[in-house]
C-alpha cells in the first residue's frame, strides 16, 4: 500500500465508521487526507460490498496534470457504490437530490465533476479520463414564450464505457454498453448503438460495431 494510504487510514476509519456504524470499521473506503466533506452522513453513502479499501477517493492519478480539491457534497440525495471503484484526485461530487450509482469497477482521472439532481448512473467497468463533466441539470431554467423548458433529466451510462478526457455529459444523456467517447466531445442526447464511437461537439455516433480494452 502507498504511503498516502497508509496515513490516510486513521481518518477513514473515523469516517467509515460515521457512514456505516460499527460495520465502518472493514474501512471500504479510502479518502484522501485532503478530501472535503460535506453532508456526509449514514445513509448518504452506500456500499453494497463492504470490503478494505474496495473506494479509493481523492488519490494520485495522472501524473502532470494540475489538481484541484477533491470534495464531496450531499444534500438530499445519495451516492451508491456497487463496487471497486477509483476516484483520482480533484475531482467533485455534489448530490443535491436524486442518487448517484457508480457500478463495479469504476474509475475516474483527475479533476472530474459530476452534479446529480435527480439521477445519474454507471454500469460496470467504466474508465473516465481526466476533467470530464457529467451533470444531469442545466443549473437554471429557461424558458420559452414564458413556459419553462425541461432543465432536468436523469443520465444513463452503460457497462464497459470508456469516456476520453476532457467530455461534457449533459442532462438527459444514455450512452449504450460498449461505446467509446471521443476527447473534448459534448453529449447531449440519447445515443442508441452499443460498441459505437461518439464523437464531436455536439457528438454522434461516428462508428460502430468497435471494441476496446483496458
Known sequence: MRIDKILALPRS?????????WGGVKCPIL???DTKLKGIKQGKIIV??????IISIGFQ???????HCTSITIKEGAIRFKGK???????????DTGNLVF???FSCNNNCFFSCSTGITFGEDVLLGWNINV????GHTVYRNGIPKESVKSVSIGNHVWIASLVDIL?????PDGCVIGYRSCLTGLYTNKNSLIAGYPAREIQNNIEWKH
Open 13 to 21: 476509519l473515523i469516517l467509515n465508521i460515521a457512514l456505516f456504524g
Open 31 to 33: 479518502f484522501s487526507n
Open 48 to 53: 453494497d460490498k463492504k470490503s478494505f479499501g
Open 61 to 67: 492519478g495522472s501524473e502532470g496534470l494540475e489538481k
Open 85 to 95: 471503484a477509483n476516484i483520482s484526485s480533484g475531482t467533485s461530487i455534489r448530490v
Open 103 to 105: 457500478g463495479n469497477d
Open 135 to 138: 451533470r444531469d441539470s442545466d
Open 171 to 175: 442532462k438527459g444523456v444514455v450512452i
